[in-house]
């Protein structure tokens, strides 16, 4: 039921990425002046990920504060993937946290979730801008998965779980040293079992930001 | 050539385990009034990774501060098994942090590593105290390789890879939501291959801590 055993990417990229790898038909005016990469990079490929979702996408993310990702993130809602995030509260409110824009994708008061089928929603592990979510432990986890459960009918072979130290920031893609594995498998590769649970049992556990 | 796809650790533990499942021959006295874990924990799979280490054991951490995991690093030294560590130069003098106590394992004045073939050794992404290794990036991986290389004849399959999000803390243990992959196969599976790779070539790049 393995369909393979997947990639792992190491960041930093040397750049982000030039418009005309990441946004269809954009032509990239600057040539060789342009300071973006205009190859593959290890975010390209994590974007890609990203938006091969068709249906489910799970995201477990201390840190989100990485535009490029989030705007994945936002494409997903917006062609009918189901988005459910969960990130740390202590977190929701730092420099560059994409989590409340994307919080707001979901909102009645939008109409956008009207739209569109399945939305987004977003829980946190304790409550945001209280004093325990500033003390309290972190849930610290970096992991997602695409397209797993039975939302689709006899879609058991392309799931994939992306795991590592890597948060979804800036940082983690230009500087640090940060790490990504990206497992695909179907749905009852028990290793990706083993993370749809652990994100069920949170996701059950956490409040509606 | 996969010997098995492995398990996923999910911290936090309840409760750190009780020395009369770590220590052999140790005896609890204190019965059911013992605070300790007397089973297996998520953090007793992982330290029986570690003792499980034959030859070699490559470790690649941002945070090294819990005592159980350090000793576990420790007794693999002693019993042999060549240890190298790569960790970030902001957090070696950080509150709790073990790297100078396991760095003078290694050093020549202890006269420790005469008597063992391979001792430790421990290098740093920065300068530990300069004013770079405040500011810049972080080394922020979080996996280890266990018994991966040439130095045992036909050693092919027991090489492990742990990674994920679990920083070697007690917080990662008892308080955090934290992950580790463990992904057991021969030397020659692509993605024990990918991170053996990554590790040699920060282990080129970095100093001598
Ligand atoms: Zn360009
Ligand atoms: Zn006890």
Redesign the pocket.
């Known amino acids: 039921s393995i369909k393979s055993l997947g990639n792992a990417l190491f960041f930093p990229d040397k750049a982000m990425p ?3 790898i990441t946004v269809p038909n954009f032509v ?1 005016r ?2 060789t002046a ?1 300071e ?1 990469a ?1 190859a593959q990079t290890n975010l390209t490929f994590f974007l890609d990920c990203l938006n091969s979702a068709e249906f489910s996408l799970d995201v477990c993310i201390f840190q989100l504060t990485c535009n490029e990702i989030a705007e994945a993130v936002t494409n997903a809602v917006k062609r009918g993937v189901r988005v459910r995030i969960i990130t740390d509260a202590n977190n929701v409110d730092s420099n560059g946290s994409d989590i409340r824009r994307l919080n707001e994708l979901g909102s009645p008061n939008k109409g956008f979730h009207y739209n569109h089928k399945m939305g987004i929603q977003i829980r946190c592990d304790e409550r945001v801008g209280s004093q325990e979510c500033r003390t309290k432990p972190h849930m610290h986890h970096k992991f997602c998965i695409i397209d797993c459960g039975q939302s689709k009918k006899d879609y058991t072979s392309n799931t994939k779980l992306m795991n590592g130290s890597f948060n979804w920031t800036r940082q983690a893609v230009l500087e640090n040293q940060d790490n990504v594995m990206v497992l695909e498998g179907s749905v009852n590769f028990p290793m990706i079992n083993a993370y749809q649970q652990s994100f069920n049992m949170m996701w059950s556990k956490y409040e509606r930001f």
């Open positions: 030039c418009k005309s990239c600057r040539g342009c973006y205009h």
